[in-house]
């Protein structure tokens, strides 16, 4: 079966550089979120997406940004990177029809920012 | 702020025992979640229990949930070398704020070693 897809895997950056981080969902899921995980940390929940319209905001720090395009893949941008940007994204999606269910997590994308 | 605090924070058994991991949260849920994540992997879903559950079996897991005490706790039986990863609990709140805001609230994990 279809996972939750991301990329890149790692992503090596300097000190305000930036950086956009892609997600693909499973197929005909309708809803995707954004994750931070920093190193030891439990996840925090960023940003949602429903429809391709933003759907709830977490812990996001205004030099994020996020979209859902048409075809339903979603671009978390990161701008003025800062070292404690250096964490695990994850990205989820799932499907709302019937109310809140399992998220199916994807693999993750490792930043470092140096 | 943070939803749940999971204990114990680390835990160390033998092969073939039992491994008890209990988690508190802080706000009226809709469901609890529960999730494993091998070091600096992605995360697994491991089993969903509703807020009008008490007792749900997968497998060699068992969760209760007590929604008076807003804790629940994830039982491993048999306990196997490859169970050795960090456990999170995690929640998804009560209150309905349009489609999308089921974004899930973390607890801090439990890190489970078993020793073959």
């Known amino acids: 079966a279809a996972g939750v897809i991301q990329s890149p895997r790692h992503l090596i950056k300097e000190k305000r550089e930036t950086a956009t981080l892609k997600c693909y969902p499973i197929?005909?899921?309708?809803?995707v979120y954004w994750y931070q995980q920093g190193p030891g940390q439990d996840p925090q929940f960023l940003i949602s997406?429903?429809?391709?319209?933003?759907?709830d905001k977490g812990s996001i720090p205004d030099r994020f940004s996020a979209q859902q395009f048409s075809d339903y893949h979603s671009e978390l941008n990161m701008s003025s990177l800062e070292l404690g940007d250096s964490a695990l994204y994850f990205c989820?999606?799932?499907?709302?029809?019937?109310?809140?269910?399992?998220?199916?997590f994807g693999p993750g994308t490792r930043l470092t920012v140096l | 702020s943070q939803q749940g605090e999971e204990d114990p924070q680390a835990l160390s058994i033998q092969e073939g025992e039992n491994a008890t991991m209990n988690c508190s949260y802080k706000?009226?849920?809709?469901?609890l979640q529960w999730y494993r994540q091998n070091s600096g992997r992605g995360l697994v879903h491991l089993i969903l229990?509703?807020?009008?559950?008490r007792e749900k079996h997968s497998g060699r897991l068992r969760v209760t949930l007590d929604t008076s005490k807003k804790s629940s706790s994830l039982l491993i039986t048999a306990s196997r070398a490859a169970d050795t990863a960090s456990y999170f609990c995690?929640?998804?709140?009560?209150?309905?704020?349009?489609?999308?805001?089921?974004?899930?609230?973390f607890g801090k994990g439990t890190k489970l070693s078993v020793i073959p």
């Open positions: 989820a999606s799932s499907l709302v029809l019937a109310g809140p269910e399992e998220q199916f």
């Open positions: 197929p005909r899921h309708d809803t």
């Open positions: 997406f429903y429809e391709k319209m933003q759907s």
């Open positions: 706000t009226s849920i809709n469901n």
């Open positions: 229990i509703r807020s009008n559950e």
């Open positions: 995690a929640t998804v709140r009560a209150a309905y704020s349009g489609a999308g805001s089921y974004q899930l609230t």
